[in-house]
């Protein structure tokens, strides 16, 4: 019996070690040292044994089991060092690869075109106030002079929330919020934002669209300053050769009211499809702020006066870069977006 432990022990360390990863070991364990090797047979049948073979045999017994698990635990941790220095070497992170590219955005094309109308008229002296989207019917319309019935609504039909509260036709009513907000201070803004028309679509018309609105209010103000500030923004935007015609028009909250164009930038004057062949090209309505409008802010129009304009924001960008259709400002189609 002492002679087959012997045995047993030496065949078991043998085995051992040409083992060589990890699952083979485990086998090895559960041959050896699991509940039905002969080792733990051996141990398990002790009380068999004569009471003079029994203590020579169960000494030997657990000094080889012991071995045995001594001879497992050093090759299990060269194998899992093995193991990691081999995963090291075959799964080695390649620093000089090329980086995966990361896909970067970009300001939509709107937004790009409001950012340089900023930084034009930042540049003049205009900070920008921002106005509710959703507004009464009272500031879109009644304060700016348009009281209900006006006939002069009809140019701006809109989606309503209540019989009271609208979505915003124009960025006017922001007006009569800074007005309000800054009396008696002289007032020099922008307000820019998005305005709606319950209006079929075209290639030409959105139901909604952005608008800069301009507003300018102070003592002794006059139609000059108006066109000079608007030849200033179109030589800034357009570059410094272009020239500006303005033109008598109708709004209901400017007294009086003119529209403003310059020379196309496409064809200089000559007549091109884009100017529909007039040599021209619109660039905003704008005016002179209705003494009624002024007051309804909280100027008194004897003393105080002031210019107002409302430039487009898709259709500059419409015209700068020969786009026909506006409704691809909203199409969210990136092969359009990622041109600009
Ligand atoms: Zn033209």
């Not at 001879?71 to 220095?85: C, F, G, I, T, W």
């Not at 106030?129 to 209900?148: A, H, I, R, W």
């Not at 000559?270 to 529909?276: F, I, K, L, N, Q």
Request: net charge negative.
């Amino acid at each position: 019996m002492l002679e087959n432990l012997h045995k047993l022990r030496d065949k078991a360390l043998h085995a051992l070690e040409s083992i060589t990863d990890s699952e083979e070991l485990e086998n090895w364990r559960i041959e050896h040292l699991g509940r039905k090797s002969e080792l733990s047979q051996i141990l398990r049948n002790l009380g068999q044994l004569s009471p003079e073979e029994r203590p020579a045999v169960g000494q030997l017994a657990n000094e080889v089991k012991l071995a045995l698990e001594a001879a497992y635990d050093d090759k299990a941790k060269v194998l899992k060092r093995e193991e990691l220095e081999r995963a090291l070497r075959e799964q080695r992170i390649d620093v000089t690869l090329p980086g995966r590219p990361v896909s970067l955005g970009r300001l939509h094309l709107t937004t790009q075109t409001l950012r340089e109308i900023y930084a034009i008229f930042g540049q003049m002296g205009f900070q920008v106030y921002e106005s509710p989207d959703v507004e009464t019917d009272e500031l879109n319309f009644g304060l700016l002079n348009m009281p209900p019935h006006h006939p002069a609504r009809d140019m701006w039909d809109t989606f309503w929330i209540s019989d009271e509260v609208l979505l915003r036709t124009h960025t006017s009513p922001g007006q009569i919020r800074v007005m309000r907000e800054r009396y008696p201070e002289p007032i020099r803004v922008i307000l820019p934002g998005k305005c709606y028309r319950y209006e079929q679509v075209t290639a030409r018309s959105e139901h909604q669209f952005y608008q800069v609105e301009g507003l300018a209010v102070g003592h002794a103000i006059t139609l000059t300053d108006l066109i000079g500030t608007l030849t200033e923004f179109a030589r800034r935007l357009y570059g410094p050769q272009r020239r500006i015609r303005i033109r008598g028009s109708y709004f209901p909250f400017t007294e009086p009211s003119i529209e403003a164009d310059m020379d196309c930038i496409l064809c200089g004057g000559e007549g091109c499809r884009v100017c529909r062949y007039s040599g021209w090209l619109e660039v905003c309505g704008a005016g002179m702020v209705h003494p009624v409008v002024l007051q309804n802010g909280g100027y008194d129009p004897d003393e105080w006066s002031g210019f107002a304009f409302g430039l487009g924001v898709e259709r500059p960008a419409m015209v700068k870069y020969n786009i026909d259709d506006i409704r691809l400002f909203y199409g969210n189609d990136l092969r359009f977006l990622r041109q600009f």
